[in-house]
T-cell receptor, first 114, second 113 residues
Framework: EAGVAQSPRYKIIEKRQSVAFWCNPI?????LYWYQQILGQGPKLLIQ????????DSQLPKDRFSAERLKGVDSTLKIQPAKLEDSAVYLC????????????FGSGTRLTVV | GQNIDQPTEMTATEGAIVQINCTYQ??????LFWYQQHAGEAPTFLSY????GLEEKGRFSSFLSRSKGYSYLLLKELQMKDSASYLC??????????????FGTGTLLAVQP
């Protein structure tokens, strides 16, 4: 089966600019997650979708971050405006509900804010 | 709340055995995962424990003690390609959200010749 697709692979922007990341999960995976991984740290959950509904966005900085999963398939994560501390890898993952195999991660988008 | 602790860095020798420990505190424990992450790549699944005991998969084994909030990942016959970050993650049902993984900061393992 095809994996989790993410784009772009890399992005460099100036602070206060906007940026958007795209994720297409594995076909049939109802649950989709966005994680932020700062260099040297473990991934931190930003938002979890079940189909097109938000299950958990408690750690999403809602003043600047937004995410949507229209039609319950692919998803976009947006940052507006970006700050220097947003420099990180943004990982998208998907899972079948209840799977014991955890997630399948995409390759991530490496964001550098200068 | 949730808390996951693991050592920041470890060094081991090729061909040796290394044990990476992980302790956790969580209110809605529903399984523990180990992931391997090479530099610049996405995490990949290694193992899963939900009951106490040892799960063995080739050169890799993972142990869980739920009463102690403790797990370890054991890597045998180390190879240079095992140099990577190893992430401990707990699946948590807190707040009613199932299948949410909470990750530790990862242990960076360096395998030396």
């Amino acid at each position: 089966e095809a994996g989790v697709a993410q784009s772009p692979r890399y992005k460099i922007i100036e602070k206060r600019q906007s940026v958007a990341f795209w994720c297409n999960p594995i076909s049939g995976h109802a649950t989709l997650y966005w994680y932020q991984q700062i260099l040297g740290q473990g991934p931190k959950l930003l938002i979890q979708f079940q189909n097109n509904g938000v299950v958990d966005d408690s750690q999403l900085p809602k003043d600047r971050f937004s995410a949507e999963r229209l039609k319950g398939v692919d998803s976009t994560l947006k940052i507006q405006p970006a700050k220097l501390e947003d420099s990180a890898v943004y990982l998208c993952a998907s899972s079948l509900h209840g799977t014991v195999l955890g997630y399948t991660f995409g390759s991530g988008t490496r964001l550098t804010v200068v | 709340g949730q808390n996951i602790d693991q050592p920041t860095e470890m060094t081991a020798t090729e061909g040796a055995i290394v044990q990476i420990n992980c302790t956790y505190q969580t209110s809605g424990f529903n399984g523990l995962f180990w992931y391997q992450q090479h530099a610049g790549e996405a995490p990949t699944f290694l193992s899963y424990n939900v009951l106490d005991g040892l799960e063995e998969k080739g050169r890799f084994s993972s142990f869980l003690s739920r009463s102690k909030g403790y797990s370890y990942l054991l890597l045998k016959e180390l190879q240079m390609k095992d140099s990577a970050s190893y992430l401990c993650a707990v699946r948590d049902r807190e707040g009613g959200a199932t299948n949410k993984l909470i990750f530790g900061t990862g242990t960076l393992l360096a395998v030396q010749p």
